[in-house]
């Protein structure tokens, strides 16, 4: 059972900077893909950032320059460096893990971690 856990979430001035962690477990597979997603209240959960095995990442436009994603293959491990914080990105932020074999790729989610910027 792959289990999705995250951690870092909480209240932050805006300006301020939180790092969130996620770390994937129970697998016997690589993790191959893994990202952050955030869902503000009454919104659609949409990609924050997300970064493949080999380190290509990619980022909404609303955190780019603010937002660094990055992992830690050994450790089945991502973060997200969150830095110049707005009130807009009040959001509970969900981390997402991708594993299996080639020809069954499963997507597991975590069941995420809130982050509060106040103004």
């Known amino acids: 059972q792959v289990q999705v856990v995250e951690s870092g979430g909480g209240l932050v001035q805006a300006g301020g900077s939180l790092r969130l962690s996620c770390v994937a477990s129970?697998?016997?597979?690589?993790?191959?893909?893994m990202g952050w997603y955030r869902q503000a209240p009454g919104k659609q959960r949409e990609l924050v950032a997300g970064?493949?095995?080999?380190?290509?990442?990619n980022y909404a436009d609303s955190v780019k320059g603010r937002f660094t994603i990055s992992r830690d293959n050994a450790k089945n491990t991502v973060y997200l460096q969150m830095n110049s914080l707005k009130p807009e990105d009040t959001a509970v932020y969900y981390c997402?893990?991708?594993?299996?074999?080639?020809?069954?790729?499963?997507?597991?989610w975590g069941k995420g971690t809130l982050v509060t910027v106040s103004s």
């Open positions: 997402n893990a991708e594993s299996g074999p080639y020809f069954s790729m499963k997507n597991y």
């Open positions: 970064i493949s095995r080999g380190g290509v990442t």
């Open positions: 129970g697998t016997t597979f690589s993790v191959n893909a």
